[in-house]
C-alpha cells in the first residue's frame, strides 16, 4: 500500500513530535547532531528580534530549523526528503515565553500562568531544498488558579524543563487546564492538521 505521506526527515529530539507523526501514519527519520557538525551549522539563533511579533518569532524559528536540517541533509549525503520543522512558544501580555532556564523560572512561569489565559503558538514548516512551505497555529489555553504547592510539586516532577510555558499539556499539566480553543496536537507541539495539509501539498507537487 502506497503510504498516504511522503518519508520525511524530522529536525526534532521531541518525543511528542515523534509520536503525533506517529499517529497520522507519516514515515520518518530524525535527523540529530554527528560530532564536529555544530562548528559547521550552529544551533538556531532562538533570541527573539526587537519588537518581533510573536506569530513571526516562531514562524522564523521554525523555518530556520528547517533549512538548518536541509543543510545536514546535504552535508552527509543522505536521501533527499523533506525534513519537518517545528517550534513551539507562548504569549503572555505580549511577551514571548520559552522553556524555562531552570527551576525558579518555571516556578515564575506557572505562578504568571496561574488564573490566566494565554496563547500557544506551534510554527512548522517543510523544506527539500528547492520549496519551503509554513503554517501557524495558535491556541488558547486557560489555566485555573494554582497553589503555591502545586507550583512546586509540578516544578519538582521534572516535567516543565524542556516545554515551553514550563507545562505539558499531555502530561501532569493537564489538570490545572480548565479550557481550551484552538488545536490540542498543536499545544502538545506538532499541530497534526496544518502539519497533514503541508505534506499532501508536498506531496501533490512532486506528482505534477
Do not use: C
Amino acid at each position: 500500500m502506497t503510504p498516504m505521506y511522503p518519508r520525511i526527515y524530522l529536525a526534532s529530539k521531541s518525543p511528542r513530535r515523534r509520536d503525533l507523526l506517529r499517529q497520522i501514519g507519516v514515515q520518518f527519520d530524525v535527523l540529530t547532531f554527528r560530532d564536529g557538525e555544530r562548528g559547521e551549522d550552529a544551533d538556531v539563533d532562538e533570541t527573539p528580534l526587537p519588537a518581533e511579533p510573536v506569530e513571526r518569532y516562531v514562524e522564523r524559528i521554525a523555518l530556520a530549523k528547517a533549512e538548518a536540517g536541509m543543510r545536514r541533509v546535504l552535508w552527509r549525503k543522505l536521501l533527499r526528503r523533506p525534513v519537518l520543522a517545528a517550534d513551539t512558544t507562548l504569549e503572555l501580555d505580549g511577551e514571548i515565553i520559552g522553556k524555562p532556564r531552570d527551576a525558579a523560572d518555571a516556578q515564575a512561569i506557572l505562578t504568571r500562568l496561574s488564573g490566566r489565559r494565554h496563547r500557544v503558538l506551534t510554527a512548522l514548516a517543510v523544506s527539500d531544498g528547492e520549496r519551503t512551505r509554513s503554517r501557524v497555529s495558535v491556541s488558547e489555553v486557560s489555566f485555573t488558579t494554582l497553589s503555591e504547592n502545586d507550583i512546586r510539586q509540578y516544578v519538582a516532577s521534572g516535567e516543565p524543563m524542556d516545554k515551553a510555558g514550563a507545562y505539558g499539556i499531555q502530561g501532569r499539566a493537564a489538570v490545572f487546564i480548565d479550557e481550551i480553543h484552538g488545536s490540542y496536537s498543536g499545544i502538545m507541539g506538532l499541530p497534526l492538521f496544518e502539519t497533514a495539509r503541508l505534506l499532501d501539498i508536498f506531496a501533490t507537487e512532486e506528482r505534477q
